[in-house]
């Protein structure tokens, strides 16, 4: 593919908006090359994940494989392909997990490989092939999804629920006789391979073995899309607040008190937050293909020396950084595993640190278990808390992406009630316009989930262009999504009704709403974690034997990942380890779904910060939450009866907030000004 990059957003947002509902794969690929050459079009500003999120659209249709370019993919010849793969190299079976040699969360398209080989294109899952059976497992979120867009080939594990297998003990069961489990070892972490090693042998398997060759790779061949490689940039201190030389010096005391030599940072977002960089190399997520080695006196910055300007090169040079190829990092982590095998001074450090999530192609080409120490990474515990800039910056851009989306609500329902016609995608562009609009705008943090009706129901559903609904105005709309600003990173979702809704949606709504209030409103000890406070959000659920199939928080990074670690608010083990602390930054979104009726979520972000209390229970600091998202909740949808007097408090105070901050955004709006004043009167 030809850089895209350089094009201006309008032109991009010409050829996207051009692309018809029932386009071909080979319409969607002439529009593509119909874009003007890189050379006769004049640089712009810095708009890249917007120019990506309007192109990223042509790319669906080029992806698509099958006649009807919508759901299902035939998976039966790449499934053939990868399992005579498998014979030639003695595997009987191959596991393909979602992420890339960098446990990112968003991969890069050179990098779906589980959608190319399963056709399930939601962003969580782990593919099994044996040589006659293939398992898809995926969690709550994608039971919808992943129904509709596995073939027959394919069997779904619904992770979760009961007796239903983990892809794991799946595996391990059908190991059973002494057959072999392959995997590309950059692809998991040591401690996942380890314990999947221990399960496949315990179950009569003989063992987990690294293939350094990735199968599905091969199987991929010609059509795998070349890996992204765009400019880098530095980001203002004014909008990161801390320099990378006093990031590098925290870092450093870390490695003396694990009297360790040296961090290797594997994990993207962790390297563009230690050197001030941001990127464009994965979709949404402003970071680039990178690794990194710090140790108490050097580090060293292995990127793609291209991708950097002059500027970059210059700041990286003043803050100590070294700069080496991509590829090289393995090679010096062989070099660095034999110096601590062969030195002979008895005080000097020998063990190296990598994170938890680290690959365990990286812990094995550090020397193994005897010279390197996985742990939570000291850089996603640093980044996780963010400085009164970052802070700041996250408040402000909060108010001008509400004002995006109080415009975008105002002018959808004027829209449904003239009775135009509008698809889920369309909507979600016409979102997306808005949000360009601000200030500091980049691009969107994730796919807009757009959805009506049903829809809804399909937790992390993503509208396709030609095969998405029309906007129902007598059903529930729900629209989560999310920007990324120079001074912060936004995601919010409203569940809306432009109709009238029934009793049981104004129910549900209300009791969601109530568990967002109860966990905005709570205040707890310092040293609390996210798992001891994920019941106050379900508890008003719970009562009618009703819940939801996600977690109610994820952490939140500053301009970078939309969900960052290690923080958040839900019922996994690791937020049992990880207390909250002042300054970090997460969502609070319970909901509600009925599969094949609708589905509610409310999510704000929301700064963790210390509150005032009449004691202190032995002498500890006592926390709360300051939200940040500014939108306000859906009139139609509350149910007054069931909220007490504290709540309506809490909603008039917190639509009272709305309203100042959205002073000016609207004058000479009368639309959107009628609009704001209809949906926070008080209660």
């Given amino acids: 593919m030809r850089n895209l990059w350089s094009f201006p957003s309008s032109c991009l947002t010409a050829v996207a908006s051009s692309v018809p509902r029932s386009a071909s794969r080979s319409q969607a690929a002439r529009l593509l090359h119909s874009l003007p050459k890189a050379s006769t079009v004049s640089p712009q500003p810095l708009r890249t994940t917007r120019a990506f999120s309007l192109t990223s659209r042509l790319f669906q249709h080029l992806k698509a494989a099958s006649d009807e370019e919508t759901m299902t993919v035939s998976t039966t010849d790449r499934l053939a392909a990868l399992r005579s793969l498998m014979k030639e190299r003695n595997v009987d079976i191959y596991v393909v997990p979602s992420e890339d040699s960098h446990a990112s969360e968003y991969i890069a398209e050179c990098d779906a490989r589980r959608a190319f ?7 969580a899952g782990t593919a099994v092939v044996t040589l006659d059976k293939a398992a898809l497992a995926t969690d709550g979120r994608y039971f919808n999804q992943a129904s509709k867009q596995l073939d027959e ?9 009961q007796d239903v297998p983990t892809w794991q003990e799946w595996t391990a069961d059908e190991s059973a006789g002494g057959k072999s489990v392959g995997i590309d070892p950059t692809l998991i972490s040591p401690a996942v391979a380890d314990k999947l090693d221990g399960d496949i042998k315990k179950h009569g398997g003989a063992g987990l073995k690294a293939i350094n060759e990735n199968l599905v790779d091969l199987v991929w061949g010609d059509s795998r899309p070349p890996r992204p490689s765009e400019p880098v940039f530095l980001l203002s201190a004014k909008y990161s607040g801390k320099g990378t030389a006093e ?24 390297i563009a937050w230690l050197f001030n960089l941001r990127g464009n190399d994965i979709t949404y997520n402003p970071v680039f293909f990178s690794y990194a080695i710090v140790t108490k006196d050097s580090a060293t910055l292995y990127v793609d020396e291209s991708k950097l300007k002059d500027e970059v090169k210059q700041y990286l040079a003043e803050n100590g950084t070294q700069i080496k190829p991509y590829n090289d990092l393995f090679k010096d982590t062989e070099i660095l595993a034999n110096a601590a095998k062969s030195t002979s001074e008895p005080d000097k ?7 938890n999530k680290a690959s365990w192609a990286l812990k094995l080409a550090l020397g193994g278990e005897k010279h390197v120490d996985e742990v939570r990474s000291p850089i996603g515990d640093a980044k996780a808390i963010k400085n009164e800039t970052e802070l700041e910056g996250m408040r402000r851009c909060h108010i001008r992406d509400g004002a995006a989306l109080i415009k ?30 601000q200030s500091d705008f980049v691009g969107l943090s994730f796919d807009t989930i757009s959805s009506t009706g ?22 529930i709309y729900l629209c989560d999504s999310g920007a990324q600003f120079y001074d912060g990173t936004t995601d919010v979702t409203r569940t ?11 129910k549900s709504y209300t009791l969601v709403l109530k568990g967002n209030i109860a966990l905005d409103t709570a205040v707890f000890p310092k040293g609390t974690s996210g798992f001891a406070l994920d019941a106050l959000a379900r508890q008003f659920l719970w009562k009618y034997g009703l819940d939801y199939r996600h977690g109610t928080g994820h952490g939140v990074g500053s301009f970078l990942n939309v969900h960052e670690g290690p923080i958040g608010i839900g019922t996994r083990k690791a937020y049992i380890d990880v207390p909250l602390a002042p300054g970090n930054v997460l969502s609070i979104e319970p909901g509600y779904y009925e599969d ?32 940040v998202t500014m939108v306000p909740y859906c009139r139609k949808l509350i149910d007054e009866s069931l909220l007490t007097q504290e709540e309506k408090d809490w909603l008039n105070k917190s639509n009272e907030e709305i309203r100042k901050n959205m002073a000016g955004y609207f004058d000479g709006d009368q639309l959107t000004t009628e609009w704001l004043l209809r949906e926070t009167s008080p209660f």
């Fill in 117 to 123: 080989i399963s056709g399930f294109t939601g962003s």
């Fill in 349 to 355: 450090p020998t063990k190296y640190l990598v994170s």
């Fill in 408 to 437: 975008y609500f105002a002018w959808l329902e004027d829209q449904l009630i003239n009775k135009a016609k509008l698809d889920e995608v369309e909507a979600a562009d016409q979102l997306e316009r808005f949000r360009s609009e």
């Fill in 596 to 627: 094949g009726n609708y589905g509610i979520r409310i999510e704000n972000l929301a700064i963790v910060r210390e509150v005032k209390t009449e004691h202190q229970f032995g002498d500890k600091p006592y926390l709360g939450f300051e939200h």
């Fill in 247 to 270: 990031k590098l010096t925290n870092l450093r005391k870390e490695l003396e008190k694990k009297k360790a030599a040296a961090f290797v940072v594997s994990m993207l977002d962790e």
């Fill in 153 to 161: 080939n394919w069997h779904l594990l619904k992770t979760g629920l």
């Fill in 496 to 506: 809306l009704h432009f109709g009238q809704p029934t009793d049981a949606e104004r």
């Fill in 454 to 475: 049903p829809n809804g129901a399909i937790i992390h559903y993503k509208p396709e262009r030609g095969a998405c609904s029309v906007i129902d105005p007598n059903a």
